[in-house]
């Protein structure tokens, strides 16, 4: 009798896109950063203004991961004094939503253990 031909292979998790989530998550500050974007705050003196507890130092290292990932971009303006504005990618904008999406999954996990839904 012939061996059944397997027509499955053993499914790996997405390597990159699995590291990103894993890195964004990570940094405490990227989820705030987008929010302050999608605010139209995209300056980086603004958003440390904003923001307690966040420094320079620190958005600087946030925003600079979010440009190595493709989420968000850094836009120079030749004008004196210099200006420097972060915008989010297209890629980015799907990245921003698969993540609302996970923070959609874990208010339903909440509701269900019925604990109270962070926000």
Known sequence: MKAQEKKFSRKSPPERSARMVESIYGCKWSLTVYQLLASGINRPGEMVRQVEGLST??????LRRNMEFGILER???D????RVEYR????GGKFVRVLDELEKLQQELDREEGQPAES
Do not use: Y
């Open 79 to 82: 004008e004196s004094p210099p």
């Open 57 to 62: 130092k620190v958005l600087n290292e946030c």
């Open 88 to 91: 989010v990618t297209s890629f």
């Open 75 to 77: 836009v120079a303006f």
